[in-house]
């Protein structure tokens, strides 16, 4: 099967504890290979537009707040089955359900401060690798 891509990113509770590499050796152990990789510090526009799906959920304002209250890293992973190998070795959204040795239940703060983003689908990939890449950044 041909390797696809999917987008993901560390988010600010992970950057603020020193996590990236910690996360990063997790994607690339579950097979994964970070093609891209840029630790940046979104602005409350670049959040607000990149969860724009969640704007009538109640944790809208919260869940934007938290993704600028420090860097993150955004990253292109490639692989077999890359969304629902990432999704797999994510975990759960809350930490307390998600299975055992994946990065939310060893790192997740909170449902909020999980640690990761993952693409839900391929479609949400391409739309999500755009919204932060250039295509002359993935190097491969
Ligand atoms: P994901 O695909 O597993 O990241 O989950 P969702 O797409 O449902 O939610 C997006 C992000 O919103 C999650 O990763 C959390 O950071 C945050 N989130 C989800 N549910 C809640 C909630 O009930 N409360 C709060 N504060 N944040 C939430």
Known sequence: MAATRTFSIIKPDATR????????????????????????????????????????????????????????????????????????IMGATNPSDAADGTIRKLFAESIEANSVHGSDSDENAAIEIAYFFTPEELVG
């Open 17 to 88: 504890r020193n996590l990236t590499g910690a996360v990063t050796a997790k994607l690339e152990e579950a097979g994964l290979r970070v093609v891209a990789s840029k630790r940046i510090q979104m602005t409350r526009e670049q959040a607000e537009g990149f969860y724009g799906v969640h704007r009538e959920r109640p944790f809208f304002n919260d869940l934007v707040s938290f993704m600028i209250s420090g860097p993150v890293v955004v990253q292109v992973l490639e692989g077999e089955n890359a969304v629902l190998r990432n999704r797999e």
